[in-house]
């Protein structure tokens, strides 16, 4: 999956793969707009923030390099959730650099946290650990994987 700058990351699992309807912010600029959840961190000039927390006149991270003024915040409902987990911890949507994390961990800790999946997706194990995790308990989904 495209992360940024060009560079590609393998994706090691979802946390969320859902086609239920959400509340998102949509984050305007004259290069596109960027659809996310109001708790989903994305990449700005100023640093990392909660889309929530993203003002007209930030800059916002492209894809392929290169910052795109916010020109106006709105909101949107709209049918379905999906948060692909990276190995590099981005992730570039609608042409934007977001984190795969949000609010809920600091995007730093998330990713030491995470590290444990990485590695075991690294070693060649091909399974959605982080979504079993998520849905089952630590020692229930383990139970489950094959390496």
């Given at each position: 999956?495209?992360?940024?700058?060009?560079?590609?990351?393998?994706?090691?699992?979802?946390?969320?793969?859902?086609?239920?309807?959400?509340?998102?912010?949509?984050?305007?600029?004259?290069?596109?707009?960027?659809?996310?959840?109001?708790?989903?961190?994305?990449?700005?000039?100023?640093?990392?923030?909660?889309?929530?927390?993203?003002?007209?006149?930030?800059?916002?991270?492209?894809?392929?390099?290169?910052?795109?003024?916010?020109?106006?915040?709105?909101?949107?409902?709209?049918?379905?959730?999906?948060?692909p987990?990276?190995?590099l911890?981005t992730?570039?949507?609608?042409?934007?650099?977001?984190?795969?994390?949000?609010?809920?961990?600091?995007?730093?800790?998330?990713?030491?946290?995470?590290?444990?999946?990485?590695?075991?997706?690294?070693?060649?194990?091909?399974?959605?650990?982080?979504?079993?995790?998520?849905?089952?308990?630590?020692?229930?989904?383990?139970?489950?994987?094959?390496?």
């Open positions: 999956m495209l992360t940024a700058n060009g560079q590609y990351s393998e994706v090691y699992g979802f946390s969320h793969a859902t086609d239920e309807l959400y509340r998102f912010v949509t984050l305007h600029t004259a290069s596109g707009t960027l659809t996310l959840t109001a708790g989903h961190h994305v990449y700005t000039d100023r640093g990392v923030f909660a889309a929530r927390d993203v003002q007209p006149g930030d800059k916002l991270v492209l894809g392929q390099g290169g910052l795109a003024r916010v020109e106006r915040v709105g909101n949107a409902v709209q049918r379905g959730l999906y948060n987990h990276t190995v911890g992730i570039v949507v609608e042409g934007f650099v977001t984190s795969t994390y949000t609010e809920h961990v600091d995007y730093r800790m998330a990713q030491a946290a995470l590290a444990p999946f990485r590695a075991l997706f690294a070693c060649g194990a091909r399974f959605d650990a982080l979504t079993s995790v998520l849905e089952k308990g630590l020692y229930d989904a383990a139970q489950t994987w094959v390496v």
